[in-house]
């Protein structure tokens, strides 16, 4: 991203006409490789929770691009509540990580209840911005643009995190602010490590990380 971009006051929303896109890439905080796996946990509402996120060798088609399919699944518990398949690709020009979308499995005692949150970049839908390739403090960003369905955003407001978790200590980690103009008293932070990706989800830690098979 272009400095005088990321001084802006409000949000942007993300440009991809002078992008060329890939299905697999890196940046500094966000690695878009098959295999690469990234294992968080914590405490929900009391209950040990699970976050496993993986770079799978699926891709999706949407509109003239070809996206990665980066599965998340959740558990609390020790029972699956999500699992979505989220569509990402990478822009060649600036490093950043688009996001193109997911599809999204809610479960309740073992069944699917609900698609909630599920979106594609398609007609009024455009993509966001999953990490930028040079995320400067001050800059503000789309991370979904789906018109009632989900508008979130985030702000980088540092760039010089230390953090302690069960897979070792980080730092000069990247932490930002999340919103969503869907409930704009709604925030949540979340750090990323260089050359990792995500170490703090909300309550979870990162305790593994790395390519699996």
């Given at each position: ?75 609390v ?70 018109p ?36 704009p ?5 979340k ?23």
């Amino acid at each position: 991203m272009q400095i005088a971009e990321a001084q802006k006051n409000d949000f942007t929303k993300p440009q991809t006409s002078s992008c060329t896109f890939s299905s697999t890439g890196r940046n500094q905080y966000f690695i878009l490789e098959v295999g690469y796996q990234l294992v968080l946990e914590g405490k929900e509402d009391g209950k040990s929770a699970r976050l496993i996120i993986l770079v799978t060798n699926q891709t999706k088609k949407i509109g003239n691009v070809e996206t990665r399919v980066v599965t998340e699944t959740e558990t609390v518990g020790g029972k699956t509540v999500e699992i979505s398949r989220n569509y990402f690709a990478f822009c060649k020009e600036t490093s950043s990580v688009y996001y193109f979308g997911e599809d999204v499995d809610m479960y309740k005692n073992g069944k699917v209840i609900n698609h909630d949150g599920s979106w594609i970049a398609v007609g009024k839908n455009q993509p966001g911005i999953a990490m930028p390739g040079n995320p400067l403090v001050g800059f503000k960003y789309y991370q979904e643009v789906a018109p009632d369905v989900a508008l979130d955003r985030a702000e980088v407001i540092s760039v010089s995190e230390e953090l302690q978790t069960p897979a070792g200590k980080f730092i000069n980690c990247l932490k930002t602010e999340e919103t969503t103009e869907m409930n704009p008293k709604e925030k949540e932070y979340k750090i990323y490590a260089p050359g990792i990706g995500l170490l703090k989800d909300d309550e979870l830690l990162l305790v593994k990380y790395g390519f699996v098979k």
